[in-house]
């Protein structure tokens, strides 16, 4: 596949800049900035023990009664968010990829909250040629992320997969939210794709729900648990499998009128 520069290396520094305040202002909460790695930050293929303990022992004293399998899930969430989120937001509203190798991350109590990317020149693609980049960069930061979890805590490479899709099921959902130009049968075919690149296709998938008006709404149908319920077992994800799917689909068509106003 033939790849070309959207910006010249002299121009690194501008268009991360871009990208970063794109995702800024497309979210509302990612916390982006230029540059290397800062001591104690996580860094992919890095030797990041020391980062994962202490993510890990502040889920432990704060969700002690959640148990072992809950904190090796939010071990996984927690690193795989912002780099899924900035691979969707670069690939379809940025039109460019950096360099996701460069991607660190920091921790602030039990959550991973912030991030850097080094400056570097960036390869313009289409949807198609980003979701097979980036999605491929999930995959091989998911596989390692489970490994390096796995020292720590027993956590199975199906629910992870399961998580990753869930996510980027959900980041669909959102982008149809972002462009509601895109045609739902695109957004699902881009989902499918995205699942495919990312080595999850089959761990979830997206349905079209036709409204009274005749607008059509994706809602997520996700296999995985994300074991929320063991910390508020009241009060289950929207999206949650445990719930009935009546009460899924009402849920989730809900939270899709209050978006589209």
């Known amino acids: 596949m033939a790849r070309s520069f959207l910006f010249a290396a002299t121009d690194a520094d501008v268009a991360t800049t871009r990208l970063l305040a794109l995702a800024a202002q497309t979210t509302g909460f990612m916390k982006g ?11 992919p293929g890095g030797d990041n023990a020391d980062f994962l303990a202490q993510l890990h022992g502040a889920l432990m004293a704060t969700h002690a009664q959640a148990g072992p399998a809950f904190w090796a899930v939010r071990l996984y969430t927690n690193l795989i968010w912002q780099p899924a989120y900035l691979a969707v937001i670069a690939t ?30 960036q390869t313009a693609v289409t949807p198609e040629e980003g979701i097979a980049l980036a999605g ?30 869930d996510r980027l099921l959900r980041l669909m959902v959102w982008l149809q939210h972002r462009q509601p130009s895109l045609p739902p049968a695109q957004v699902l075919t881009y989902a499918e794709r ?4 990312a080595g999850v296709a089959g761990e979830g998938t997206l349905e079209a729900v036709t409204l009274p008006d005749g607008r059509v709404v994706l809602i997520v149908k996700r296999k995985g648990c994300c074991l929320d319920y063991l910390i508020t077992p009241d009060q289950l994800c929207t999206t949650c499998p445990k719930q009935s799917e009546d009460l899924r689909r009402a849920r989730q068509v809900a939270n899709a009128l209050a978006e589209l106003g």
């Open 33 to 43: 900035e230029p540059g290397a790695p800062l001591p104690g930050w996580y860094r």
């Open 136 to 165: 491929a960069h999930l995959a091989q930061l998911s596989n390692q992320l489970v490994a390096e979890i796995n020292v720590l805590v027993r956590l199975k490479p199906l629910p992870a997969r399961r998580l990753l899709a």
């Open 92 to 121: 379809h509203l940025h039109g460019a990829l950096p360099d996701f190798a460069s991607l660190t991350q920091r921790r602030r109590g039990i959550y991973a909250d912030g991030f850097r990317l080094r400056p570097d020149a």
């Open 194 to 197: 995205w699942l495919s690149a």
